[in-house]
Protein backbone atom coordinates (compact mmCIF):
# COMPACT_ATOMS: atom_id res chain seq x y z
CA UNK A 1 0.00 0.00 0.00
CA UNK A 2 2.64 2.23 0.02
CA UNK A 3 3.75 3.18 -2.67
CA UNK A 4 2.51 6.48 -3.76
CA UNK A 5 2.42 10.04 -1.73
CA UNK A 6 -0.83 10.23 0.22
CA UNK A 7 -2.31 13.55 -0.85
CA UNK A 8 -5.56 15.19 -2.75
CA UNK A 9 -5.40 17.96 -5.06
CA UNK A 10 -8.34 20.77 -5.89
CA UNK A 11 -8.59 24.20 -6.81
CA UNK A 12 -10.35 27.14 -6.50
CA UNK A 13 -11.06 30.39 -8.97
CA UNK A 14 -7.72 31.51 -6.81
CA UNK A 15 -6.02 29.09 -7.18
CA UNK A 16 -4.59 25.31 -6.73
CA UNK A 17 -4.32 23.27 -3.61
CA UNK A 18 -2.96 20.17 -2.33
CA UNK A 19 -4.28 18.60 0.77
CA UNK A 20 -1.34 15.90 2.28
CA UNK A 21 -2.96 13.51 4.10
CA UNK A 22 -0.25 12.33 6.26
CA UNK A 23 0.85 16.69 7.08
CA UNK A 24 -2.68 17.02 7.34
CA UNK A 25 -1.68 20.55 6.36
CA UNK A 26 -2.71 22.45 2.46
CA UNK A 27 -0.40 24.01 0.64
CA UNK A 28 -1.13 26.10 -2.28
CA UNK A 29 0.96 25.29 -5.78
CA UNK A 30 2.54 26.93 -8.37
CA UNK A 31 0.79 26.06 -11.60
CA UNK A 32 3.65 23.59 -13.21
CA UNK A 33 4.03 22.04 -9.60
CA UNK A 34 0.09 21.45 -9.57
CA UNK A 35 0.22 20.03 -13.49
CA UNK A 36 2.84 16.99 -12.67
CA UNK A 37 0.91 16.54 -9.13
CA UNK A 38 -2.24 15.94 -12.00
CA UNK A 39 -3.88 12.84 -9.60
CA UNK A 40 -4.20 11.85 -6.19
CA UNK A 41 -1.61 9.55 -5.04
CA UNK A 42 0.90 9.98 -7.62
CA UNK A 43 3.89 11.98 -9.30
CA UNK A 44 4.30 12.32 -12.89
CA UNK A 45 7.84 14.77 -13.08
CA UNK A 46 8.07 16.91 -15.56
CA UNK A 47 11.28 17.93 -17.09
CA UNK A 48 11.42 21.48 -15.37
CA UNK A 49 14.32 21.68 -12.77
CA UNK A 50 12.19 24.19 -10.60
CA UNK A 51 9.21 21.81 -10.54
CA UNK A 52 11.52 18.86 -9.63
CA UNK A 53 13.48 21.19 -7.01
CA UNK A 54 9.65 22.69 -5.21
CA UNK A 55 8.87 19.23 -5.07
CA UNK A 56 11.97 17.81 -3.38
CA UNK A 57 11.94 20.81 -0.82
CA UNK A 58 8.64 20.22 0.32
CA UNK A 59 9.43 17.21 0.40
CA UNK A 60 12.17 17.91 3.24
CA UNK A 61 9.86 19.34 5.21
CA UNK A 62 7.79 16.36 5.95
CA UNK A 63 5.51 16.45 2.79
CA UNK A 64 4.19 14.02 0.02
CA UNK A 65 5.37 10.83 2.79
CA UNK A 66 3.43 7.72 1.48
CA UNK A 67 2.40 6.69 5.58
CA UNK A 68 -1.07 4.79 5.65
CA UNK A 69 -3.47 4.07 8.27
CA UNK A 70 -2.67 -0.30 8.50
CA UNK A 71 -4.41 -1.39 10.77
CA UNK A 72 -8.13 -0.04 12.06
CA UNK A 73 -7.90 0.54 16.14
CA UNK A 74 -10.13 2.91 17.62
CA UNK A 75 -7.58 5.00 19.74
CA UNK A 76 -10.54 4.63 23.22
CA UNK A 77 -10.52 0.86 22.34
CA UNK A 78 -8.18 0.12 25.16
CA UNK A 79 -9.85 2.46 27.60
CA UNK A 80 -13.24 1.07 27.41
CA UNK A 81 -13.62 -0.53 30.57
CA UNK A 82 -12.54 2.29 32.09
CA UNK A 83 -14.85 4.74 30.58
CA UNK A 84 -17.52 2.23 31.21
CA UNK A 85 -17.06 2.45 34.62
CA UNK A 86 -16.64 5.79 35.74
CA UNK A 87 -16.72 7.96 32.62
CA UNK A 88 -20.46 7.82 31.26
CA UNK A 89 -21.37 11.61 30.54
CA UNK A 90 -24.69 12.19 29.53
CA UNK A 91 -27.84 10.07 30.48
CA UNK A 92 -31.10 10.09 27.78
CA UNK A 93 -33.91 8.58 29.57
CA UNK A 94 -36.84 8.12 27.07
CA UNK A 95 -39.68 8.61 29.56
CA UNK A 96 -42.52 7.81 26.69
CA UNK A 97 -42.60 6.57 23.63
CA UNK A 98 -46.04 8.64 23.22
CA UNK A 99 -46.24 11.99 21.20
CA UNK A 100 -49.44 14.32 20.70
CA UNK A 101 -48.24 15.17 17.73
CA UNK A 102 -47.85 13.03 14.23
CA UNK A 103 -45.01 14.58 12.37
CA UNK A 104 -44.87 13.95 8.92
CA UNK A 105 -40.90 13.61 8.93
CA UNK A 106 -40.69 11.96 12.02
CA UNK A 107 -38.53 9.31 12.45
CA UNK A 108 -40.91 7.58 14.81
CA UNK A 109 -44.22 8.61 12.89
CA UNK A 110 -46.17 5.50 10.86
CA UNK A 111 -45.36 6.26 7.34
CA UNK A 112 -42.66 8.49 7.54
CA UNK A 113 -40.34 5.60 5.64
CA UNK A 114 -37.98 5.08 8.89
CA UNK A 115 -37.04 2.29 10.22
CA UNK A 116 -37.87 2.52 13.42
CA UNK A 117 -40.22 2.27 16.37
CA UNK A 118 -43.58 3.82 15.83
CA UNK A 119 -44.81 6.15 18.73
CA UNK A 120 -46.75 3.79 21.10
CA UNK A 121 -48.63 4.42 24.50
CA UNK A 122 -45.56 3.31 26.28
CA UNK A 123 -43.79 5.15 29.42
CA UNK A 124 -40.59 4.19 31.44
CA UNK A 125 -41.51 3.30 35.32
CA UNK A 126 -39.87 4.69 38.15
CA UNK A 127 -38.32 1.59 39.06
CA UNK A 128 -36.65 1.45 35.57
CA UNK A 129 -35.64 5.49 36.11
CA UNK A 130 -34.26 5.07 39.36
CA UNK A 131 -32.00 2.00 38.16
CA UNK A 132 -30.99 4.10 35.46
CA UNK A 133 -30.20 7.43 37.54
CA UNK A 134 -28.27 5.03 39.84
CA UNK A 135 -26.22 3.28 37.22
CA UNK A 136 -25.32 6.83 36.31
CA UNK A 137 -24.39 8.06 38.74
CA UNK A 138 -22.17 4.89 39.88
CA UNK A 139 -20.59 4.69 36.47
CA UNK A 140 -19.63 8.71 36.03
CA UNK A 141 -17.47 9.38 39.11
CA UNK A 142 -14.99 10.70 37.24
CA UNK A 143 -17.08 12.91 35.18
CA UNK A 144 -17.27 16.75 37.10
CA UNK A 145 -20.87 17.46 35.66
CA UNK A 146 -23.54 15.42 35.67
CA UNK A 147 -25.48 15.52 32.14
CA UNK A 148 -29.79 14.44 32.32
CA UNK A 149 -31.94 14.43 29.23
CA UNK A 150 -34.62 13.37 28.64
CA UNK A 151 -36.67 11.96 25.40
CA UNK A 152 -39.38 11.20 24.07
CA UNK A 153 -41.80 10.88 21.89
CA UNK A 154 -42.92 14.19 23.71
CA UNK A 155 -41.30 13.95 27.21
CA UNK A 156 -43.49 16.75 28.53
CA UNK A 157 -46.40 14.52 28.20
CA UNK A 158 -44.58 12.89 31.35
CA UNK A 159 -43.22 15.69 33.03
CA UNK A 160 -44.55 15.39 36.68
CA UNK A 161 -42.45 12.22 36.50
CA UNK A 162 -39.32 14.72 35.08
CA UNK A 163 -39.51 16.37 38.02
CA UNK A 164 -39.67 13.21 40.31
CA UNK A 165 -36.60 12.09 38.40
CA UNK A 166 -34.27 15.47 38.55
CA UNK A 167 -35.78 16.26 42.09
CA UNK A 168 -33.63 12.18 43.00
CA UNK A 169 -30.93 13.63 40.70
CA UNK A 170 -30.50 16.67 43.40
CA UNK A 171 -30.46 14.36 46.27
CA UNK A 172 -28.57 11.64 44.91
CA UNK A 173 -25.53 13.04 42.84
CA UNK A 174 -23.21 13.48 45.84
CA UNK A 175 -22.75 17.75 45.67
CA UNK A 176 -22.05 17.39 41.76
CA UNK A 177 -23.17 19.99 39.76
CA UNK A 178 -25.99 18.27 37.44
CA UNK A 179 -27.36 19.49 33.99
CA UNK A 180 -31.15 18.88 32.59
CA UNK A 181 -32.03 19.20 28.99
CA UNK A 182 -35.40 18.65 27.46
CA UNK A 183 -36.58 18.80 23.42
CA UNK A 184 -40.42 19.53 23.37
CA UNK A 185 -42.70 20.11 20.61
CA UNK A 186 -43.69 23.15 22.80
CA UNK A 187 -47.61 22.20 22.71
CA UNK A 188 -47.59 21.40 26.57
CA UNK A 189 -46.05 24.33 27.78
CA UNK A 190 -48.41 25.15 30.55
CA UNK A 191 -47.99 27.87 33.72
CA UNK A 192 -47.41 24.48 36.18
CA UNK A 193 -44.28 23.27 33.31
CA UNK A 194 -42.72 27.02 32.39
CA UNK A 195 -42.35 27.10 36.54
CA UNK A 196 -40.43 23.43 37.32
CA UNK A 197 -38.70 24.10 34.24
CA UNK A 198 -37.45 27.51 35.35
CA UNK A 199 -36.87 25.98 38.92
CA UNK A 200 -34.63 23.02 37.54
CA UNK A 201 -33.25 25.62 35.18
CA UNK A 202 -33.89 23.06 31.85
CA UNK A 203 -31.87 23.44 28.65
CA UNK A 204 -35.03 23.74 26.81
CA UNK A 205 -35.10 23.13 22.66
CA UNK A 206 -38.06 23.53 21.42
CA UNK A 207 -38.86 22.21 17.68
CA UNK A 208 -40.48 24.85 15.83
CA UNK A 209 -40.48 24.90 12.11
CA UNK A 210 -41.39 28.63 11.58
CA UNK A 211 -44.15 30.26 9.32
CA UNK A 212 -47.61 28.73 9.82
CA UNK A 213 -47.87 27.68 6.67
CA UNK A 214 -44.71 25.36 6.94
CA UNK A 215 -45.01 24.42 10.27
CA UNK A 216 -48.73 23.29 9.78
CA UNK A 217 -47.66 21.07 6.89
CA UNK A 218 -45.64 19.10 8.41
CA UNK A 219 -46.33 19.52 12.68
CA UNK A 220 -50.04 18.36 12.95
CA UNK A 221 -51.64 16.45 16.34
CA UNK A 222 -51.77 13.32 16.50
CA UNK A 223 -55.97 11.46 15.04
CA UNK A 224 -56.30 15.05 13.04
CA UNK A 225 -54.93 17.38 10.83
CA UNK A 226 -54.94 20.27 12.81
CA UNK A 227 -51.75 22.19 12.89
CA UNK A 228 -49.93 23.35 15.98
CA UNK A 229 -48.54 26.69 15.10
CA UNK A 230 -51.39 28.62 17.02
CA UNK A 231 -50.76 26.73 20.21
CA UNK A 232 -46.80 26.35 20.06
CA UNK A 233 -46.66 30.38 19.05
CA UNK A 234 -49.14 31.36 21.93
CA UNK A 235 -47.38 29.10 24.42
CA UNK A 236 -43.42 30.81 23.47
CA UNK A 237 -44.82 34.38 23.81
CA UNK A 238 -46.40 33.34 27.52
CA UNK A 239 -43.16 31.87 28.10
CA UNK A 240 -41.31 34.60 26.72
CA UNK A 241 -43.40 37.87 28.54
CA UNK A 242 -43.24 35.57 32.27
CA UNK A 243 -39.85 34.36 32.32
CA UNK A 244 -37.92 36.50 29.93
CA UNK A 245 -34.12 36.42 31.50
CA UNK A 246 -34.62 32.39 31.38
CA UNK A 247 -35.82 32.43 28.15
CA UNK A 248 -32.98 33.92 26.89
CA UNK A 249 -30.09 31.91 28.61
CA UNK A 250 -32.04 28.32 28.63
CA UNK A 251 -34.12 28.34 25.42
CA UNK A 252 -32.90 27.40 21.71
CA UNK A 253 -35.34 26.32 18.69
CA UNK A 254 -34.87 23.09 16.51
CA UNK A 255 -35.95 24.40 13.07
CA UNK A 256 -36.53 20.95 10.24
CA UNK A 257 -36.57 22.53 6.53
CA UNK A 258 -38.80 20.15 5.33
CA UNK A 259 -41.52 21.89 2.78
CA UNK A 260 -43.33 25.12 2.29
CA UNK A 261 -42.06 27.58 -0.35
CA UNK A 262 -38.62 28.04 0.62
CA UNK A 263 -35.99 28.79 2.87
CA UNK A 264 -36.24 32.53 2.54
CA UNK A 265 -40.12 32.48 3.99
CA UNK A 266 -38.48 30.54 7.22
CA UNK A 267 -35.68 33.11 7.66
CA UNK A 268 -37.55 36.35 7.34
CA UNK A 269 -39.93 34.28 9.59
CA UNK A 270 -37.22 33.97 12.23
CA UNK A 271 -35.46 37.88 10.98
CA UNK A 272 -39.17 39.56 11.88
CA UNK A 273 -40.60 38.22 14.81
CA UNK A 274 -39.17 39.84 18.27
CA UNK A 275 -39.72 36.61 20.03
CA UNK A 276 -36.64 34.99 18.75
CA UNK A 277 -34.19 38.03 19.05
CA UNK A 278 -30.78 36.63 20.27
CA UNK A 279 -31.85 33.39 20.29
CA UNK A 280 -30.15 30.22 18.77
CA UNK A 281 -31.83 28.79 16.13
CA UNK A 282 -30.40 25.60 14.86
CA UNK A 283 -31.64 24.35 11.19
CA UNK A 284 -31.63 21.04 9.55
CA UNK A 285 -32.65 18.98 7.17
CA UNK A 286 -34.63 15.83 7.81
CA UNK A 287 -32.36 12.66 8.70
CA UNK A 288 -32.15 10.69 6.34
CA UNK A 289 -30.57 7.50 8.44
CA UNK A 290 -32.84 4.25 8.58
CA UNK A 291 -34.30 5.58 5.68
CA UNK A 292 -34.28 4.58 2.02
CA UNK A 293 -36.11 6.95 0.07
CA UNK A 294 -35.67 10.20 2.14
CA UNK A 295 -37.59 13.44 0.97
CA UNK A 296 -35.88 15.28 -1.17
CA UNK A 297 -36.58 18.86 -1.45
CA UNK A 298 -36.64 20.98 -4.71
CA UNK A 299 -34.32 22.98 -6.03
CA UNK A 300 -35.22 26.57 -5.25
CA UNK A 301 -35.04 25.23 -1.53
CA UNK A 302 -31.34 24.25 -1.66
CA UNK A 303 -30.29 27.55 -3.70
CA UNK A 304 -32.10 29.63 -1.14
CA UNK A 305 -30.03 27.96 1.57
CA UNK A 306 -26.93 27.88 -0.09
CA UNK A 307 -27.16 31.84 -0.88
CA UNK A 308 -27.50 32.41 2.85
CA UNK A 309 -24.49 30.68 3.30
CA UNK A 310 -22.95 32.56 0.56
CA UNK A 311 -24.35 35.93 2.46
CA UNK A 312 -22.68 34.51 5.97
CA UNK A 313 -19.40 33.60 3.81
CA UNK A 314 -19.39 37.07 2.74
CA UNK A 315 -20.25 38.09 6.23
CA UNK A 316 -17.01 36.55 7.60
CA UNK A 317 -14.44 38.03 5.55
CA UNK A 318 -16.08 41.43 7.03
CA UNK A 319 -17.42 42.26 3.07
CA UNK A 320 -20.54 43.87 4.96
CA UNK A 321 -18.87 46.60 6.72
CA UNK A 322 -22.31 48.56 8.47
CA UNK A 323 -24.88 45.66 8.02
CA UNK A 324 -24.87 42.91 10.04
CA UNK A 325 -26.90 40.04 8.26
CA UNK A 326 -29.50 38.70 10.49
CA UNK A 327 -27.84 35.30 12.00
CA UNK A 328 -30.56 32.18 12.74
CA UNK A 329 -27.10 30.79 14.87
CA UNK A 330 -23.98 31.83 15.46
CA UNK A 331 -23.15 28.27 14.43
CA UNK A 332 -24.13 29.19 11.45
CA UNK A 333 -21.13 31.41 11.01
CA UNK A 334 -19.10 28.93 12.60
CA UNK A 335 -19.57 26.03 10.09
CA UNK A 336 -18.40 27.92 7.34
CA UNK A 337 -15.10 26.47 6.53
CA UNK A 338 -15.52 24.16 9.72
CA UNK A 339 -12.65 26.02 11.73
CA UNK A 340 -13.77 24.35 15.02
CA UNK A 341 -14.16 20.88 13.22
CA UNK A 342 -10.80 21.02 11.54
CA UNK A 343 -7.78 19.39 13.50
CA UNK A 344 -5.55 22.12 14.61
CA UNK A 345 -2.47 19.79 15.62
CA UNK A 346 -0.25 19.14 13.24
CA UNK A 347 0.75 15.09 12.97
CA UNK A 348 3.52 14.57 10.55
CA UNK A 349 1.95 11.17 9.52
CA UNK A 350 -0.57 8.83 9.95
CA UNK A 351 -0.51 6.05 12.71
CA UNK A 352 0.02 2.55 11.51
CA UNK A 353 -3.01 1.91 14.17
CA UNK A 354 -5.86 4.47 14.14
CA UNK A 355 -9.57 4.88 13.27
CA UNK A 356 -11.40 7.82 11.19
CA UNK A 357 -12.84 10.40 14.20
CA UNK A 358 -16.35 9.25 13.00
CA UNK A 359 -17.87 7.20 16.00
CA UNK A 360 -17.94 8.46 19.33
CA UNK A 361 -17.54 5.76 21.89
CA UNK A 362 -21.25 4.48 21.96
CA UNK A 363 -22.86 5.03 25.37
CA UNK A 364 -19.99 6.98 27.01
CA UNK A 365 -21.07 10.49 25.60
CA UNK A 366 -24.81 9.66 25.53
CA UNK A 367 -25.94 6.98 27.03
CA UNK A 368 -29.46 6.34 26.06
CA UNK A 369 -31.56 3.89 28.11
CA UNK A 370 -35.65 3.43 26.62
CA UNK A 371 -38.35 2.82 28.27
CA UNK A 372 -37.62 -0.90 28.72
CA UNK A 373 -34.01 -0.26 30.29
CA UNK A 374 -32.02 -1.43 26.74
CA UNK A 375 -28.82 0.50 26.35
CA UNK A 376 -28.00 2.01 23.15
CA UNK A 377 -24.85 4.15 22.19
CA UNK A 378 -26.98 7.27 21.60
CA UNK A 379 -30.66 8.14 20.61
CA UNK A 380 -30.29 8.25 17.10
CA UNK A 381 -30.22 4.68 15.97
CA UNK A 382 -32.95 2.70 15.53
CA UNK A 383 -34.68 0.59 18.66
CA UNK A 384 -35.90 -1.88 16.35
CA UNK A 385 -31.78 -2.77 15.91
CA UNK A 386 -30.24 -5.22 17.93
CA UNK A 387 -27.14 -4.31 16.34
CA UNK A 388 -26.73 -1.30 18.04
CA UNK A 389 -27.69 -2.49 21.47
CA UNK A 390 -24.95 -1.88 23.86
CA UNK A 391 -26.79 -3.65 26.67
CA UNK A 392 -29.36 -3.17 29.48
CA UNK A 393 -29.93 -2.23 33.09
CA UNK A 394 -30.31 -6.35 33.69
CA UNK A 395 -26.44 -6.69 31.97
CA UNK A 396 -24.73 -3.62 31.83
CA UNK A 397 -22.75 -2.29 29.35
CA UNK A 398 -21.68 -5.18 27.10
CA UNK A 399 -17.83 -3.80 26.18
CA UNK A 400 -17.61 -6.38 23.17
CA UNK A 401 -20.75 -4.43 21.57
CA UNK A 402 -19.56 -1.44 22.18
CA UNK A 403 -16.00 -2.02 21.12
CA UNK A 404 -17.48 -3.36 17.82
CA UNK A 405 -19.75 0.34 17.38
CA UNK A 406 -16.47 2.16 17.98
CA UNK A 407 -14.35 0.20 15.47
CA UNK A 408 -17.03 0.11 12.27
CA UNK A 409 -13.72 0.86 10.62
CA UNK A 410 -12.95 -2.49 10.93
CA UNK A 411 -16.20 -3.01 7.90
CA UNK A 412 -14.28 -1.93 5.27
CA UNK A 413 -10.78 -0.85 6.21
CA UNK A 414 -8.84 -1.41 3.32
CA UNK A 415 -10.56 0.92 1.59
CA UNK A 416 -10.96 3.43 4.24
CA UNK A 417 -6.85 3.43 4.42
CA UNK A 418 -6.78 4.42 0.71
CA UNK A 419 -9.59 7.22 1.21
CA UNK A 420 -7.92 11.05 1.23
CA UNK A 421 -10.77 12.19 3.36
CA UNK A 422 -9.89 9.83 6.60
CA UNK A 423 -9.09 12.33 8.73
CA UNK A 424 -12.65 14.45 7.92
CA UNK A 425 -15.00 11.24 7.84
CA UNK A 426 -18.03 11.53 10.37
CA UNK A 427 -19.49 8.24 9.55
CA UNK A 428 -20.62 6.85 12.96
CA UNK A 429 -22.75 3.48 13.74
CA UNK A 430 -25.68 4.95 13.21
CA UNK A 431 -25.06 5.18 9.63
CA UNK A 432 -24.29 1.76 9.24
CA UNK A 433 -26.68 -0.32 10.89
CA UNK A 434 -29.10 -2.90 8.75
CA UNK A 435 -31.02 -3.64 11.51
CA UNK A 436 -30.02 -6.74 12.12
CA UNK A 437 -25.99 -6.28 11.65
CA UNK A 438 -23.48 -3.72 10.76
CA UNK A 439 -23.10 -2.98 7.20
CA UNK A 440 -20.06 -2.35 4.82
CA UNK A 441 -22.68 -1.74 2.19
CA UNK A 442 -23.88 0.84 4.09
CA UNK A 443 -20.76 2.30 5.63
CA UNK A 444 -19.88 2.61 2.07
CA UNK A 445 -23.01 4.55 0.88
CA UNK A 446 -22.00 7.60 2.97
CA UNK A 447 -18.31 7.76 1.00
CA UNK A 448 -18.92 9.84 -1.74
CA UNK A 449 -21.16 12.47 0.79
CA UNK A 450 -18.20 12.45 2.73
CA UNK A 451 -15.27 13.17 0.19
CA UNK A 452 -17.65 15.88 -0.90
CA UNK A 453 -18.15 17.87 1.94
CA UNK A 454 -14.80 17.55 2.86
CA UNK A 455 -13.56 19.05 -0.69
CA UNK A 456 -16.13 21.68 0.51
CA UNK A 457 -14.59 22.35 3.64
CA UNK A 458 -10.94 22.65 1.97
CA UNK A 459 -12.18 24.83 -0.82
CA UNK A 460 -14.26 27.22 1.81
CA UNK A 461 -11.05 27.23 3.99
CA UNK A 462 -8.67 28.57 1.71
CA UNK A 463 -11.06 30.98 -0.16
CA UNK A 464 -11.33 32.29 3.37
CA UNK A 465 -7.67 32.86 4.01
CA UNK A 466 -6.85 33.94 0.87
CA UNK A 467 -9.75 36.97 1.31
CA UNK A 468 -7.95 37.70 4.69
CA UNK A 469 -10.16 36.04 7.11
CA UNK A 470 -8.12 35.69 10.41
CA UNK A 471 -8.73 32.61 13.11
CA UNK A 472 -7.06 31.84 15.92
CA UNK A 473 -7.10 28.75 15.80
CA UNK A 474 -3.29 27.67 14.12
CA UNK A 475 -3.56 27.65 10.31
CA UNK A 476 -3.86 24.76 8.30
CA UNK A 477 -2.50 26.75 5.01
CA UNK A 478 0.89 27.01 4.17
CA UNK A 479 2.37 30.02 2.40
Known sequence: MKSQPFFFLFQTSIGKYLYDVNMNKILKLPEKVADSLHREDEIQYIDDADVRSYIDNIKKIGFLKENRVEISKHPDTEYLAYYADCGIENLILQVTQNCNLRCKYCVYSEGSGYKNRNHANRKMTWDIAKKAMDFYISHSVDVETLYVSFYGGEPLLEYKFIEKCMNYMHENSFHKRVSFNITTNGTLLSDEIMKILVKYQVTLIISFDGPEEIQNSGRVFQNSNIGSFQCILKNMRCFQEKYNDYWKKYVSINTVLYAGAGFRMIYDFFKDQELFDGMRIVMNFPSTTYNDSPKIMEEQYYNEWYYYNFILFLYKIRWFKHLKPYICSPLDIKRIGFFENLPVTVSQKLAVQNHHGGPCIPGIFRLFVNVEGKFYPCERVSECSDASCIGSLETGLDLQRMEICLNIERLSEELCHKCWAYRFCNVCVAKVD????????????????????????????????????????ESLLED
Open 434 to 473: DLGKLSSRNLLKQCQSVRHAAETTLKEYVVLKELGYDTDA
